[in-house]
């Protein structure tokens, strides 16, 4: 939980006082949030209590939004500081550079974003940065009609229901994330392969494997993505052992939650205590898909 103390207003109150409803989605992770235009500025009393719900449920989902780039790009600035490198089609003067386009669609030849239309692994948003971001969210502008489902997974429960003895094994362990690779596991083509060729000492920030979440001060795993990444101090052979017992318990179908797009769906997640995916789709549907990314100003811990 948000670390509540003495005096201060329940959840229940804060959502009351704010004016929404928050209906869980799961045990572990989700909420859907009712009672919210996010394209309307909102006080701070509303903005609060979506912050609260953020911390409890990790992934929060409004349906039905009719929101601009300039409110969606608003909206997200409440949380923090957004990344704009990592925009996928810059134009001179681009008045939404906080916008990353996710979409299969080409025009006149050229993607108008990325990811296609290929299923995404399990991974947290840049976890190869020395300071990952904090927040991502992403907003369905056009959706499929079949397949396209984006998963996601709480690193608390994963943590938490892990085994006694390899909890105590991993914590204080540090986990090399790998920074050479793209998602579908080829090298950046700036980079040189030869100081890729051996996961032992190819480049990469180290970060906890168990890491402290800085506001709710609960305790969760912090895997990144799976290939490439390797545990300092153990033998190759080990490391994989240990990465592939955590990987196989963390992403397990049962614990997982799946958001079948509907267009307008709005979804924000803690992305320093969850993994998320995507399903494959057909490459002939049309998916459109705007996101940004909150800086966090802390190193994983």
């Not at 579908?184 to 979440?213: C, F, K, M, N």
Request: hydrophobic share 35%; net charge negative.
């Amino acid at each position: 939980m948000s670390g509540q103390t003495s005096g201060q207003p329940s959840p229940e109150n804060l959502y009351a006082t704010a004016g929404i409803e928050v209906e869980p989605l799961t045990e572990w992770i989700g909420a859907d949030i009712k009672g919210v235009d996010l394209s309307q500025t909102m006080d701070e009393a509303v903005f609060e209590a979506i912050h609260e719900a953020w911390l409890r449920h990790l992934i929060l989902r409004f349906r039905g939004q009719n929101l601009s780039d300039a409110d969606l790009v608003r909206f997200s600035r409440m949380f923090g500081e957004l990344d704009t490198y990592m925009h996928p089609n810059p134009v001179e003067d681009d008045p939404f550079p906080e916008i990353f386009i996710v979409s299969n669609i080409t025009e006149d030849g050229k993607p108008i974003g990325q990811l296609g239309a290929d299923a995404v692994p399990w991974h947290t948003d840049m976890s190869y940065l020395e300071i990952p971001p904090k927040m991502s969210t992403l907003y369905g502008l056009e959706v499929t009609d079949e397949g396209g489902e984006t998963g996601f997974l709480s690193m608390y429960h994963a943590y938490e229901s892990l085994d006694g003895d390899l909890r105590q094994k991993i914590d204080g362990e540090l986990l090399k994330q790998d920074d050479g690779h793209v998602a579908d596991g080829s090298l950046r083509p700036e980079l040189d392969p030869d100081d890729y060729a051996d996961v032992t000492t190819s480049p990469g920030p180290l970060h906890p494997i168990v890491r402290t979440h800085p506001e709710t001060g609960r305790k969760c795993l912090y895997l990144g993505k799976r290939n490439f990444a390797y545990i300092p101090g153990y033998s190759f052979e080990e490391s994989e052992s240990i990465l592939d017992t955590l990987w196989a318990h963390a992403v397990r179908e049962e614990s997982a939650w799946f958001n079948v797009w509907k267009p307008g769906d709005f979804l924000m997640w803690d992305n320093r205590c969850t993994m998320h995916s995507r399903l494959s789709f057909s490459k002939t549907a049309r998916r459109i898909h705007h996101r940004t990314q909150v800086k966090d100003t802390l190193r994983p811990c």
